[in-house]
Antibody, heavy 118, light 106 residues
Framework: EVQLVETGGGLVQPGGSLRLSCAAS????????MSWVRQAPGKGLEWVGN????????QYVDSVKGRFTISRDNAKNSLYLQMDSLRDEDTAIYYC???????????WGQGALVTVSS | EIVMTQSPDTLSVSPGDRATLSCRAS??????VAWYQQKLGQAPRLLIY???ARATGIPARFSGSGSGTEFTLTISSLQSEDFAVYYC????????FGQGTKVEIK
């Protein structure tokens, strides 16, 4: 059974940083593209970015480019999201998800809440 | 950016009835559309990919159709567990989601 467990969420001030982790199990993590998707409170879904299985290629939505960095450690079956220069509008639940090579999201974690507020 | 527009925003349906949800893309996305179900407080769940392929374990009452710019998710006979919010997503060019359709009990 595929399991994705996000940790590291919390309250951070505007301009601050936070690092999310996603622990994966139940599938060959090192063979899968992985994505982060976020959802602001009461709002819809927004794809944040993704990362190739070997970590050599990554993509980001324009609103986070230059501020967020996705990385992975295949030996630890883990995905990360480093978030810097956080803004109020980054407040959301952040989900990690398996990213089929075609581009849809097959499996999702339960999400981690990030609140950016002073 | 490709904009996905879902209609209606809210759909009121009686259990056992058929529900038809629509999704329109601002330009052609071929058949690169997925549908997700999200219940309150839960993560989204993949229902349909490539416009009409059901994901593993998804009941046959869920079906998807369409290509180009017009897509439809049909739930043939609504069960109590189907009342939720549904999102479409295109992955032909980057990845963008519709705003969601809430299916509520009539």
């Amino acid at each position: 059974e595929v399991q994705l467990v996000e940790t590291g969420g919390g309250l951070v001030q505007p301009g601050g940083s936070l690092r999310l982790s996603c622990a994966a199990s139940g599938f060959p993590f090192g063979s899968f593209w992985m994505s982060w998707v976020r959802q602001a409170p009461g709002k819809g879904l927004e794809w944040v970015g993704n990362l190739k299985p070997d970590g050599s290629y990554k993509q980001y939505v324009d609103s986070v480019k230059g501020r967020f960095t996705i990385s992975r450690d295949n030996a630890k079956n883990s995905l990360y999201l480093q978030m810097d220069s956080l803004r109020d509008e980054d407040t959301a639940i952040y989900y990690c998800a398996t990213d089929d090579v075609s581009g849809y999201f097959s499996d999702w974690g339960q999400g981690a809440l990030v609140t950016v507020s002073s | 950016e490709i904009v996905m527009t879902q209609s209606p925003d809210t759909l009121s349906v009686s259990p056992g009835d058929r529900a038809t949800l629509s999704c329109r893309a601002s330009q052609s996305v071929n058949s690169k559309v997925a549908w997700y179900q999200q219940k309150l407080g839960q993560a989204p769940r993949l229902l349909i990919y490539d416009a009409s392929a059901r994901a593993t374990g998804i009941p046959a009452r869920f079906s998807g159709s369409g290509s180009g710019t017009e897509f439809t998710l049909t739930i043939s006979s609504l069960q109590s567990e189907d009342f939720a919010v549904y999102y479409c997503q295109q992955y032909n060019q980057w990845k963008t989601f519709g705003q969601g359709t809430k299916v509520e009990i009539k």
